[in-house]
């Protein structure tokens, strides 16, 4: 942290009193505000000492260094030690504040290719333009692209539409089942068999409505497969189906929905722990999950928790929040996954079998209330959240503020050899479709291709080479500038 100029040491006093006083408050904007906004500024802009939002930081800007400032102070400096008033939660959501304000500033001093159809934008590696494949559609959620030149795409309010020979095919199919659209519920993801070729099977998953005996309208992720046959759905099957019990009062929030195929012929989907974030580390329930199926819906046996008694036996991975990526990388064959954070914290996490990811119990954000976040352990005591924990595998990446992540693709295509095998990130609340290198399973650069166009939902390579993205109302395809 930037070094400090010499406070009065009764000034000292009085803030450490202050900050005795704000153990039932806890709310970072508030801390800020007491302990470090007469230094820094009220915006964090500078004042007696310097600017913590224009990124250039004398003791180290990455997150560890920062918390270290503030636990440990720089007494030479001035700088007042806050470990001993100031928990480890309390000072992480300093940081997350930090972070969020330092972000706002660069946003409004950063000019981010915003490109439109036909005009070219230079990224790191190529030129490239944005252009419309179609349009008219309402807030699309999926596309995906048939062998027979054909593309599905998926809309929230629970369509199922084709795009043919360059245009919006006027009625969507028929047969899709009802959906739950309130909330964040609706139709998500679209994924053709691996051998769509030969057995023509398509996947969907979506909020799957339903009453409990008592009435109440609730809840649940749910996957089916179906043929595509004269514009409509038949022949449909589910694939999975969580009980009843597990589901959730209807619309709300996290329900995942992404699926991925592993060429070995097994389904992996995506369900959200439905804002009970306890479930997420629950095994007997599929809440805050990552599934492995055989793709007709069977167990395989080899499974993580197969044989043990009492757990959801599709599972995979656990310790998930929202998962709303999902890619297998063919050359690798690892499979991939983003997840949205809360207030801060959204994660690219390289999924392994049976391992905890650890929500609710670890985390690099804090509650939307500005509170460090909390959740109740087996014995019903409340426990605040951490970083890291022995036995919790940790994000290979995460972002503080949060990019709202929604899908994740590996760039296959040959129109932009330059990006051969990086992982492609789209985003809902920062409009963003970010690069990202990974080397050895590490991440090692990150570009923000393009910012502000839209909330984009999906970003997949197609067939013809470009790269798809989802905007709110549109398809449009990212191309080489020269084409």
């Not at 036909?118 to 692209?145: D, K």
């Not at 659209?181 to 068999?193: E, I, K, S, Y």
């Not at 099957?237 to 709300?252: C, D, K, N, S, V």
Request: glycine share 10%; proline share 7%.
């Amino acid at each position: 942290m930037p070094t400090l100029p010499r406070l009065p040491a009764l000034l000292i006093v009085s803030l450490l009193a202050t900050a005795s006083a704000l153990g039932q408050t806890r709310d970072v904007k508030k801390i800020y505000a007491e302990l470090c906004a007469n230094c820094h500024g009220p915006s964090m802009e500078g004042g007696a000492g310097p600017s913590l939002i224009i990124g250039k930081w004398k003791h180290g800007g990455d997150d560890a260094s920062l918390t270290q400032s503030i636990h440990d102070g720089y007494p030479l400096a001035t700088m007042p030690a806050w470990g001993a008033v100031l928990s480890d939660a309390d000072i992480r959501g300093l940081v997350v504040y930090i972070r969020e304000q330092g972000a706002a500033f660069e946003r409004n001093h950063t000019v981010f290719a915003k490109p439109a159809d036909s005009i070219t934008a230079q990224s790191e590696l190529n030129p490239y333009r944005l252009e419309t494949v179609a349009g008219n559609l309402s807030e699309p959620w999926s596309i995906a692209f048939l062998p027979d030149g054909r593309t599905l795409v998926t809309e929230k309010k629970g369509t199922l539409r084709i795009i043919e020979n360059g245009k919006l095919v006027d009625k969507p199919v028929d047969g899709v089942p009802p959906v739950d659209t309130n909330g964040q519920a609706g139709l998500f993801d679209v994924v053709p068999h691996p051998d769509f070729a030969h057995n023509g099977w398509i996947y969907l998953s979506l909020a799957d409505p339903q009453k409990t005996p008592d009435g109440r309208n609730v809840a649940m992720t749910r996957i089916i497969r179906g043929h595509l046959r004269d514009g409509a759905l038949v022949d449909q099957e589910t694939i999975f189906q969580a009980p009843l019990e597990t589901y959730r009062p209807a619309g709300g929030v996290h329900f995942g929905g992404r699926i991925a195929f592993d060429g070995q012929g097994h389904v992996f989907f995506s369900i959200g722990e439905r804002g009970a974030k306890e479930n997420a580390q629950d095994i007997t329930r599929p809440n805050g999950k990552i599934h492995r199926l055989n793709d007709d819906g069977k167990i395989p046996a080899d499974n993580p928790f197969v044989n043990t008694p009492g757990a959801d036996k599709s599972i995979w991975s656990y310790g998930h929040r929202n998962p709303q990526g999902l890619v297998f990388d063919k050359a690798t064959g690892e499979l991939w996954e983003t997840e949205h954070g809360p207030r801060g914290g959204d994660e690219l996490n390289f999924i392994r079998k049976g391992l905890n990811y650890g929500w609710p119990i670890t985390t690099y954000g804090i509650d939307y209330d500005g509170k460090p976040f909390t959740y109740r352990d087996a014995k019903g005591q409340l426990i605040p959240s951490v970083t890291t924990k022995d036995g919790i595998e940790p994000p290979a990446t995460y972002w503080v503020p949060s990019i709202a992540v929604s899908s994740l693709n590996v760039y296959e295509g040959k129109l932009f050899p330059k990006w051969k095998g990086n992982l492609f990130a789209a985003s809902l609340a920062a409009q963003e479709l970010r690069r990202i290198v990974i080397k050895d399973g590490k991440v090692v650069h990150q570009e923000i291709i393009f910012k502000n166009i839209g909330r984009l939902r999906d970003a997949i390579t197609g067939p013809d080479g470009s790269l798809y993205v989802l905007l709110p109302d549109r398809v449009s395809r990212l191309i080489p500038a020269d084409k």
